[in-house]
């Protein structure tokens, strides 16, 4: 395992908070070069976009330094994925800054899959216009998220790494000096299932520590928590402690997000009890009580899996889409809702296949049950589903040897992000077939740093 792994405070602090940061090991001057090649770019070509890391090359000692791998590795595992989508925010002198926005905000999930990484090659404080984030905002997808904390600056040295949850809230801060504020983000992505600790754990129990957040939200925080343990999370649901289910399933369906959220936590308490009002509540139009009930569901867990496969059967269009969104959610628990995945496959409905393609990357990582499915559905018209196919291949890696030849077929997709995941997927598999694609891919694909348009051999 990876040294320079987060601590369970720094754990904490995430997933309370949404983010974290570490200072790489680079030196300042390191750094410098890093700033000055990125303001030369920038003056000269304009904004690389997606070719940041091809264009700066030397960017990838950042995540080659031990404290950034320690941390990459704490947040989504040993193999975690940079994907294609990456790009240099440049903040100029003098600017007004941003408003507060989501990157992510768009899927119904809690749970650590995908992380923003932020990069400052110079010294960013107040003044200079760092990222400011909204602690605790990433488990919010209405605006009242942007207002639950006071905005928080990711200042510090040059070197300074953040790790943010995709769904935080955050924006550029107003940049009141005169000199440039770069900042690189990058996307990652978890690629298999928490099945133990990936971080510097010492405590199994969330209530140890300082940093455990708001008492209206420990059920939310410790789920989260005990997701990362893996099979070491305690299972065990809490007693209801007087409360009521009527009560709750009523809260669930607030129009309030926070009390929403709080309800969501509180009714898996009544574990299987609760699955079928959960279950009315995703037939509700509300995406707010839908919303609600698929984080309720995910945290009562495996006894809800049955109840979710057969609302896969019959059911309106948003609710069988909203189950297999929850069993791809659940993740491992769902392993044996695989069947019944494939099978939503062919369902008439693109929003139920989308999210069952969805589901098979997260519940079939273990076989190969999937993939001749997965592989009729890279061949989709709808560049969604093709996507999201391509990605779950990725996803399942090693078991995913027969979908070589169309992922090779994709290398060149009119899509940049398909070509990417395909690279990867191949990557994953890992065969000897999939390495000799990757490197007939490489000999054409070759990127030179060095040539531009006052240099062009």
């Known amino acids: 395992m990876a040294e320079n792994l987060l601590s369970d405070e720094q754990m904490k602090h995430f997933i309370v908070n949404g983010f974290v940061t570490v200072t790489t090991s680079l030196s300042p001057e390191f750094h410098e070069d890093i700033f000055n090649k990125t303001a030369s770019v920038f003056d000269k070509e304009g904004n690389p976009g997606n070719n940041l890391l091809p264009?700066?090359?030397?960017?990838?000692?950042?995540?080659?330094?031990?404290?950034?791998?320690?941390?990459?590795?704490?947040?989504?595992?040993?193999?975690?994925?940079?994907?294609?989508?990456?790009h240099p925010h440049y903040n100029p002198p003098g600017s007004k800054g941003q408003n507060m926005h989501q990157d992510g905000g768009k899927r119904w999930s809690h749970h650590t899959r995908r992380l923003l990484v932020f990069y400052y090659p110079q010294d960013t404080p107040v003044e200079r216009g760092p990222t400011g984030v909204v602690p605790i905002s990433h488990y919010f997808s209405t605006q009242e998220g942007s207002q639950i904390s006071p905005e928080a600056p990711i200042s510090g040295k040059a070197g300074t790494v953040a790790f943010a949850n995709y769904d935080l809230w955050h924006r550029a801060m107003p940049n009141q000096t005169e000199h440039r504020r770069y900042m690189m983000k990058?996307?990652?992505?978890?690629?298999?299932?928490?099945?133990?600790?990936?971080?510097?754990?010492?405590?199994?129990?969330?209530?140890?520590?300082?940093?455990?957040?708001?008492?209206?939200?420990?059920?939310?925080?410790?789920?989260?928590?005990?997701?990362?343990?893996?099979?070491?999370?305690?299972?065990?649901l809490e007693a209801p402690n007087g409360e009521l289910l009527s009560e709750l399933i009523t809260d669930v369906n607030s129009p309030t997000e926070s009390t929403g959220l709080k309800a969501a936590y509180r009714v898996a308490k009544f574990g299987e009890e609760a699955v079928k009002p959960l279950i009315r509540c995703l037939h509700e139009e509300s995406d707010m009580t839908r919303r609600n009930a698929?984080?309720?569901?995910?945290?009562?867990?495996?006894?809800?899996?049955?109840?979710?496969?057969?609302?896969?059967?019959?059911?309106?269009?948003?609710?069988?889409?909203?189950?297999?969104e929850v069993l791809g959610d659940l993740g491992l628990k769902s392993?044996?809702?695989?069947?019944?995945?494939?099978?939503?496959?062919?369902?008439?409905?693109?929003?139920?296949?989308?999210f069952a393609i969805e589901a098979l990357g997260t519940t079939s990582q273990s076989s190969s049950d999937a993939v001749p499915g997965l592989i009729e559905a890279v061949g989709s018209d709808n560049g969604g589903i093709k996507r999201n196919a391509v990605f779950a291949?990725?996803?399942?890696?090693?078991?995913?040897?027969?979908?070589?030849?169309?992922?090779?077929?994709?290398?060149?997709?009119?899509?940049?992000?398909?070509?990417?995941?395909?690279?990867?997927?191949?990557?994953?598999?890992?065969?000897?077939?999939?390495?000799?694609?990757?490197?007939?891919?490489?000999?054409?694909?070759?990127?030179?740093?060095?040539?531009?348009?006052?240099?062009?051999?």
């Open 55 to 86: 264009r700066i090359p030397e960017i990838q000692c950042v995540f080659d330094d031990a404290n950034v791998k320690g941390a990459l590795t704490s947040l989504l595992g040993p193999d975690s994925y940079m994907q294609p989508h990456r």
């Open 186 to 236: 990058f996307l990652y992505a978890r690629m298999t299932e928490p099945q133990e600790p990936t971080w510097d754990n010492r405590d199994v129990k969330w209530e140890n520590g300082t940093a455990c957040g708001p008492a209206d939200h420990q059920g939310m925080f410790k789920h989260l928590w005990n997701w990362h343990l893996g099979t070491k999370g305690n299972q065990t």
């Open 294 to 324: 698929c984080y309720a569901l995910n945290a009562v867990g495996s006894p809800a899996v049955e109840a979710l496969k057969n609302t896969l059967l019959d059911a309106p269009d948003h609710t069988r889409a909203n189950a297999a």
């Open 335 to 354: 392993e044996s809702a695989v069947p019944a995945l494939v099978q939503a496959l062919q369902d008439e409905s693109p929003s139920v296949r989308s």
């Open 393 to 457: 291949l990725a996803r399942i890696g090693g078991n995913a040897a027969d979908a070589v030849e169309e992922l090779e077929n994709l290398l060149f997709d009119e899509n940049r992000y398909i070509r990417g995941d395909a690279f990867h997927a191949l990557y994953r598999i890992g065969t000897p077939e999939a390495k000799s694609v990757l490197l007939r891919y490489l000999h054409t694909s070759r990127w030179c740093p060095i040539t531009n348009r006052d240099s062009t051999f």
